[in-house]
Antibody
Framework: QVQLQESGPGLVKPSGTLALTCTVS?????????WSWVRQPPGKGLEWIGE???????NDNPSLKSRLTMSVDKSKNEFSLKLSSVTAADTAVYYC??????????WGQGTLVTVSP | EIVLTQSPGTLSLSPGERATLSCRAS???????LTWHQQKPGQAPRLLIY???SRATGIPDRFSGSGSGTDFTLTISRLEPEDFAVYYC?????????FGQGTKLQI
């Protein structure tokens, strides 16, 4: 069973860069999973951010594309998200997930990131 | 981008009753690549159904999914107390893989 754990700062200043890492256990980052990010603003619904395969292929949400960078670190068995020029609208719980056949099979527990001065 | 509209927004039922949740897509979902996720307060979502009608590992058979094209349904045959949660549909046939806004199932 794949297990995922998000980590990163819980507070980011406006106009700064949000950076999160997801550590994977129980599976290799070089498997055929697509490594995904989803976010959920407080009290609201889920928003798909994007996904990355270890080969380097990515798919992402056009609404975030210009600010989004995703990467995979094979040596550490982890993948990362960077979102630049953040505003209060980026405040959310950020989830990482493993997608097998593109479906989100396994989720991390989520981490709250607040954008505030 | 495919827009998913879930109805109703809130569904009030009692344990033992049958629940029917709807998810309608703005255009046909490729290969019926549609999932249903359950989310309880303070928890991450959990995959229930994929491919519109296949149960994920460990999901009780009281949960069933149906539909194709643009209209999909999640049915819970006999509600258990632990089933009261928010349910989201998501399509993964066309990027961006959009979610519906959710249906809250409450007692």
């Amino acid at each position: 069973q794949v297990q995922l754990q998000e980590s990163g700062p819980g507070l980011v200043k406006p106009s700064g860069t949000l950076a999160l890492t997801c550590t994977v256990s129980g599976d290799s980052i070089t498997s055929n999973n697509w490594w995904s990010w989803v976010r959920q603003p407080p009290g609201k619904g889920l928003e798909w951010i994007g996904e990355m395969h270890h080969s380097g292929n990515t798919n992402d949400n056009p609404s975030l594309k210009s600010r989004l960078t995703m990467s995979v670190d094979k040596s550490k068995n982890e993948f990362s998200l960077k979102l630049s020029s953040v505003t209060a609208a980026d405040t959310a719980v950020y989830y990482c997930a493993a997608a097998s056949g593109k479906r989100l099979n396994n989720w991390g527990q989520g981490t709250l990131v607040t954008v505030s001065p | 981008e495919i827009v998913l509209t879930q109805s109703p927004g809130t569904l009030s039922l009692s344990p033992g009753e049958r629940a029917t949740l709807s998810c309608r897509a703005s255009q046909s979902v490729r290969s019926n690549y549609l999932t249903w996720h359950q989310q309880k307060p303070g928890q991450a979502p959990r995959l229930l159904i994929y491919g519109a009608s296949s149960r994920a590992t460990g999901i009780p058979d009281r949960f069933s999914g149906s539909g194709s094209g643009t209209d999909f349904t999640l049915t819970i045959s006999r509600l258990e107390p632990e089933d009261f949660a928010v349910y989201y549909c998501q399509q993964y046939g066309s990027s961006p893989y959009t979610f519906g806004q959710g249906t809250k199932l409450q007692i």
